[in-house]
C-alpha cells in the first residue's frame, strides 16, 4: 500500500483526514508534534488516531525545539510582520514539516498530509518547508482537492462522515471563531471575527492571561538576562528556552500584556482579521531591544532594523529553510554577540516599561552623553563635523535655490 504521514492534531479536520486517507488506500502514520497545545490528553490522542485506523501514531515533544532554535531567532531580528504580529503560528511550521518528514523516512511514507485550507497561509508554510527539505516529498493537502471538498463543504459533513466511523470530535456546527495554540501565543480568527465592526479583544476569550482591566492595579518587575542576544534568566535564575518562554507568559499573562487585534496581508493576496495573545514573547521582545540599545552599535542595528521586516515576512511567507534565511540566521548571531546584559521591566494593566538596564559590553558613556558641563565630548568638534556633513547641501543650494 502506499504510506503517508500525516500532520494530525486529533481535531476535527484531521480526524476525517485520516479516514478520507485510508478510502484513498493509504497507509497512514500519525504525528502528533506537541508545541504546547491546550492541556489535553496525549495518549488519548494518539489512542484515538490508532482506533482511526493509522498504523502508527507517534506524540513528538518539540516545545524546547521551537523556542530555543525558533523563536528566538526570529526574537533576535526583532522581527514583526507587518509591524505588530510575533509570527508565533508561522514560526511553528516549519518545524512541523521537519518532525513529520524524519517520520516519513523512518516509516519509508513517500507522502506528506496536512489539514490547512487552500485559503490560508500554513498550506505555504506547511509546503515551502517539506519541499526544501525533501524536493521529492509527495504533498496531500485535502482541502485543495475538489473531491474531497465536494464531499465535505461544510462542518455539517464532517461531522457526520465522523459520526458515521464512529470517530469522537469534540466539534458543533456553530463556533464563534476558531483558536490555534501553542506556547508561544494563541491566534484567534474566523467565525464571527470576521466581521469587523465586532471588537475582537471583547469577543474572544483569551486563554493566556486576563485583561488589562482585569490586570493587578500595583506594577509587578521582572528581570530577564541575555547572553549574546539569548534570554538565559529569569529574575536571576538561569532557565531553558522553554522555561523561559512559560514562565514569563505567566509573569506577563496576569499583567494583561501581549494582545493585538490587527487586519494582515496573507501570503496567497487577501486580507484577513486575527486576533492574537502573546504576553510572553511580547515582553522578551521589549526586553532584549533595552538590552541592545545598550551593547549593539548603532549602523549595525540600523541595518537589522532594516533587515528585520524582510525576515518577518519570509517568516510568515514559509521561507525557512531557504539559503537567504541560512544566511541572515548568521548575520544575526554575529551581530547579537555583545548583546548581554540585564533588562527589569514593570508590568502594569498591559503596558512594559524599564526599570533598569545594565550590560557589561554597554556603549553608553555617561561622560560622553552628559549635557551638564565639562565631560570629554568637545563641544568644539561638532564645528567641523557639521561643515563636512553640510557641504553637499550648501553647493546644492547654491547651484539650486530653494523658495522658502
Given at each position: 500500500?502506499k504510506?503517508?504521514?500525516?500532520?494530525?492534531?486529533?481535531?476535527?479536520?484531521?480526524?476525517?483526514?485520516?479516514?478520507?486517507?485510508?478510502?484513498?488506500?493509504?497507509?497512514?502514520?500519525a504525528?502528533?508534534?506537541?508545541?504546547?497545545?491546550?492541556?489535553e490528553d496525549?495518549e488519548?490522542?494518539?489512542?484515538?488516531?490508532r482506533?482511526?485506523?493509522?498504523?502508527?501514531?507517534?506524540?513528538?515533544?518539540?516545545?524546547?525545539?521551537?523556542?530555543r532554535?525558533?523563536?528566538?531567532?526570529?526574537l533576535?531580528?526583532?522581527?514583526?510582520?507587518?509591524?505588530?504580529?510575533?509570527?508565533?503560528t508561522?514560526?511553528?511550521?516549519?518545524?512541523?514539516?521537519?518532525?513529520?518528514?524524519?517520520?516519513?523516512?523512518?516509516?519509508?511514507?513517500?507522502a506528506?498530509?496536512?489539514?490547512?485550507?487552500?485559503?490560508?497561509?500554513?498550506?505555504?508554510?506547511?509546503?515551502?518547508?517539506?519541499?526544501?527539505?525533501?524536493p521529492?516529498?509527495?504533498?496531500?493537502?485535502?482541502?485543495?482537492?475538489?473531491e474531497?471538498?465536494?464531499a465535505?463543504?461544510?462542518?455539517?459533513?464532517?461531522?457526520?462522515?465522523?459520526?458515521?466511523?464512529?470517530?469522537?470530535?469534540?466539534?458543533s456546527?456553530?463556533?464563534?471563531?476558531?483558536s490555534?495554540?501553542n506556547?508561544?501565543?494563541?491566534?484567534?480568527?474566523?467565525?464571527?471575527?470576521?466581521?469587523?465592526?465586532?471588537?475582537?479583544?471583547?469577543?474572544?476569550?483569551?486563554?493566556?492571561g486576563?485583561?488589562?482591566?482585569?490586570?493587578?492595579?500595583?506594577?509587578?518587575?521582572?528581570t530577564?538576562?541575555?547572553?549574546s542576544?539569548?534570554?538565559?534568566?529569569?529574575?536571576?535564575?538561569?532557565?531553558?528556552?522553554?522555561?523561559?518562554?512559560?514562565?514569563?507568559?505567566?509573569?506577563?499573562?496576569?499583567?494583561?500584556?501581549?494582545?493585538?487585534d490587527?487586519?494582515?496581508?496573507?501570503?496567497?493576496?487577501?486580507k484577513?482579521?486575527?486576533?492574537?495573545?502573546?504576553?510572553?514573547?511580547?515582553?522578551?521582545?521589549?526586553?532584549?531591544?533595552?538590552?541592545?540599545?545598550?551593547?549593539?552599535?548603532?549602523?549595525?542595528?540600523?541595518l537589522?532594523?532594516?533587515?528585520?521586516?524582510?525576515?518577518?515576512e519570509?517568516?510568515?511567507?514559509?521561507?525557512?529553510y531557504?539559503?537567504?534565511m541560512?544566511?541572515?540566521?548568521?548575520f544575526?548571531?554575529?551581530?547579537?554577540?555583545?548583546?548581554?546584559?540585564?533588562?527589569t521591566?514593570?508590568?502594569?494593566?498591559?503596558?512594559i516599561?524599564?526599570?533598569?538596564?545594565?550590560?557589561?559590553?554597554?556603549?553608553?558613556?555617561a561622560?560622553?552623553?552628559?549635557?551638564?558641563?565639562?565631560?570629554?565630548?568637545?563641544q568644539?568638534?561638532?564645528?567641523?563635523?557639521?561643515?563636512?556633513?553640510?557641504?553637499?547641501?550648501r553647493?546644492?543650494?547654491?547651484?539650486?535655490?530653494?523658495?522658502?
Amino acid at each position: 500500500m502506499k504510506s503517508c504521514v500525516l500532520a494530525y492534531s486529533g481535531g476535527l479536520d484531521t480526524s476525517v483526514i485520516l479516514g478520507w486517507l485510508q478510502d484513498q488506500g493509504y497507509e497512514v502514520h500519525a504525528v502528533y508534534v506537541d508545541l504546547g497545545q491546550p492541556c489535553e490528553d496525549r495518549e488519548e490522542i494518539m489512542q484515538k488516531a490508532r482506533n482511526g485506523g493509522a498504523v502508527s501514531s507517534r506524540l513528538i515533544d518539540a516545545r524546547e525545539e521551537m523556542c530555543r532554535d525558533f523563536a528566538f531567532p526570529v526574537l533576535a531580528w526583532q522581527a514583526k510582520y507587518e509591524q505588530i504580529y510575533l509570527l508565533g503560528t508561522s514560526i511553528a511550521r516549519p518545524l512541523i514539516s521537519k518532525i513529520c518528514l524524519q517520520v516519513a523516512r523512518e516509516v519509508g511514507a513517500t507522502a506528506y498530509a496536512h489539514g490547512a485550507t487552500g485559503k490560508g497561509n500554513d498550506q505555504c508554510r506547511f509546503q515551502l518547508a517539506a519541499e526544501a527539505l525533501d524536493p521529492n516529498v509527495q504533498m496531500i493537502a485535502p482541502w485543495r482537492i475538489k473531491e474531497f471538498r465536494d464531499a465535505f463543504p461544510g462542518r455539517t459533513e464532517l461531522i457526520a462522515y465522523c459520526e458515521s466511523k464512529n470517530i469522537p470530535v469534540k466539534a458543533s456546527t456553530a463556533k464563534p471563531y476558531s483558536s490555534d495554540e501553542n506556547v508561544l501565543h494563541i491566534s484567534y480568527e474566523a467565525g464571527q471575527l470576521e466581521e469587523l465592526d465586532v471588537n475582537g479583544v471583547e469577543m474572544v476569550d483569551f486563554g493566556m492571561g486576563v485583561s488589562p482591566q482585569e490586570a493587578p492595579d500595583i506594577a509587578e518587575k521582572v528581570t530577564i538576562g541575555f547572553a549574546s542576544g539569548i534570554p538565559t534568566s529569569l529574575n536571576g535564575q538561569q532557565v531553558t528556552a522553554l522555561e523561559m518562554v512559560e514562565q514569563v507568559n505567566q509573569i506577563a499573562g496576569r499583567n494583561g500584556v501581549g494582545r493585538i487585534d490587527m487586519v494582515e496581508n496573507r501570503f496567497v493576496g487577501m486580507k484577513s482579521r486575527g486576533v492574537y495573545e502573546s504576553p510572553g514573547m511580547t515582553v522578551l521582545y521589549d526586553a532584549l531591544m533595552y538590552v541592545e540599545q545598550l551593547a549593539m552599535d548603532r549602523d549595525l542595528m540600523h541595518l537589522r532594523d532594516r533587515l528585520a521586516p524582510e525576515v518577518a515576512e519570509m517568516v510568515y511567507y514559509g521561507f525557512w529553510y531557504t539559503p537567504k534565511m541560512d544566511a541572515l540566521l548568521s548575520f544575526i548571531d554575529e551581530a547579537q554577540k555583545p548583546v548581554s546584559g540585564e533588562v527589569t521591566l514593570k508590568l502594569y494593566k498591559g503596558n512594559i516599561s524599564v526599570d533598569s538596564r545594565s550590560s557589561p559590553n554597554s556603549l553608553y558613556d555617561a561622560e560622553i552623553a552628559t549635557m551638564e558641563g565639562g565631560g570629554s565630548y568637545n563641544q568644539d568638534d561638532a564645528e567641523g563635523f557639521l561643515r563636512i556633513q553640510g557641504l553637499p547641501s550648501r553647493v546644492q543650494g547654491t547651484v539650486r535655490p530653494r523658495q522658502y
